[in-house]
């Protein structure tokens, strides 16, 4: 597969503080990568430098052999850049169907395709923002992403506080995405099992530095990779300060 996005020694933070240090990574076109990490270690980081929101200190970013290291976040959304931000960051004061079509640009993903994707968002469609469950308001964020036809979708924590009926469609819309439309995408989530049931290959970070990098169905199969980087055990994630049992 042909390389499309391609990061090389970055180091990027907020303010004086260096949180990455020389990472470097590829994403393939119709890839899907797992970034995985504990909290704290940089995995946001990673992904708002790509959109442009940190301070650069160093390194390249390229996309599809074009550097958009110095692009501002519009720019690179311009060129192809595409986010689901953790906040969501819906527009609540407008309409489902009107947080779409406000932002849609030509391109194989329309607001129809998404209301096919999404069937929840078809029946709310005249429901403001603010109207809507957190997971419909995910959904919404994700098909907003979507209709902007980006070549690289960045989520990150799609699956955060969703409850488990949710987290499963939600799930089964990105297979969706990445599998049947190919999507390439990077995808920050704290429940490495279920992430990498997703996509194709996996990066941990610990302290801004990348520390493992497997295929997806390799760590998953991989216990002590993941109960050392991710303190994950075939019970769960394990709870630091507490003695295992």
Known sequence: ????????????????????????????????????????????????????????????????GADITKLRPDQRAHVGIGWVPQERNIFKSLTVQENLTAVARPGPWSVDKVYALFPRLRERRQNL???????????????????????????????EGL????????????????RDGGMSAILVEQNAKKILGVTDNAIIVERGCVVHSA???????????????????????????????
């Open 1 to 64: 597969m042909r390389e499309l996005l391609s990061i090389e020694q970055l180091s990027a933070g907020y303010g004086e503080a260096v949180v990455l240090s020389n990472v470097s990574l590829t994403l393939a076109e119709g890839e899907a990568l797992a970034l995985l990490g504990r909290n704290g270690m940089g995995k946001t980081t990673l992904v708002n430098t790509v959109i442009g929101v940190t301070r650069y200190f160093g390194g390249r970013i390229a996309l599809d």
């Open 163 to 178: 409850a488990p009926i949710i987290v499963e469609e939600l799930l089964a819309a990105l297979r969706r995405v990445i």
């Open 215 to 245: 295929a997806s169905a390799a760590l998953a199969a991989d216990r002590a990779a993941l109960e050392t980087h991710l303190g994950v055990t075939d019970s769960g994630p394990r709870r630091i300060g507490r003695p295992r049992q």
């Open 129 to 159: 923002g603010n109207q809507l469950s957190g997971g419909e308001q995910q959904m919404l964020a994700v098909g907003r992403a979507l209709v902007l036809n980006p070549r690289v979708m960045l989520l990150d924590e799609p699956l």
